[in-house]
């Protein structure tokens, strides 16, 4: 499979007012015929959102490494969940080093709604990096070790 970078090029019609709002969806087809949608809020404003706050990000352990002996690592497993939200302009993304973020709930690109997401790995692999970044590009990073939790 190929990463291709696109732009899109939108336009709002001349009487939409200040402080609207829409859904874009995108779709793209692998050469396998597997589709990908993806939906983004436009916001269309006659004013710059001054934001300069990073998003807010949680996490809690639903399951640790905690009493778990390195030679044991491979029998045991951890989760964590992971909340991120930005009230001001909206989240952009939320993503994770190694990578592997599932969302329940999936979410719309730039909402200000609280957006939740699951990891979950062998506690041979502990640690992760969760990342936030907001529609200002604000962007709002933790480590965290399933040992140290």
Same mark, same amino acid.
Do not use: H
């Given at each position: ?14 009487? %939409? @007012? &200040?402080?609207?709002? #829409? ?5 793209? $087809? +692998? ?23 990073e998003p807010r990000l949680t996490y809690r352990y639903t399951s640790d490494c905690t009493n778990v002996l390195l030679g044991d690592c491979r029998d045991r497993?951890?989760?964590?969940? %992971? @909340? &991120?939200?930005?009230? #001001? ?5 939320? $993503? +994770? ?53």
């Open positions: 499979m190929q990463t291709a970078t696109v732009t899109v090029v939108t336009r709002a019609p001349s009487m %939409v @007012t &200040a402080d609207y709002r #829409d859904l874009i969806t995108f779709t793209a $087809t +692998s050469s396998g015929r597997k589709r990908i949608k993806k939906t983004a809020q436009m916001y269309v404003t006659n004013s710059i959102t001054a934001d300069n706050e497993t951890w989760t964590i969940e %992971v @909340t &991120a939200q930005d009230v #001001d302009s909206g989240l952009l993304q939320l $993503t +994770s080093i190694p990578k592997g973020l599932y969302f329940p709930n999936d979410y719309r690109t730039g909402t200000k709604e609280p957006v939740v997401a699951v990891y979950g790995a062998s506690c041979c692999q502990p640690k992760i990096q969760i990342t936030a970044v907001d529609l200002m590009n604000n962007r709002k990073t933790f480590t965290t070790d399933a040992y140290c939790k």
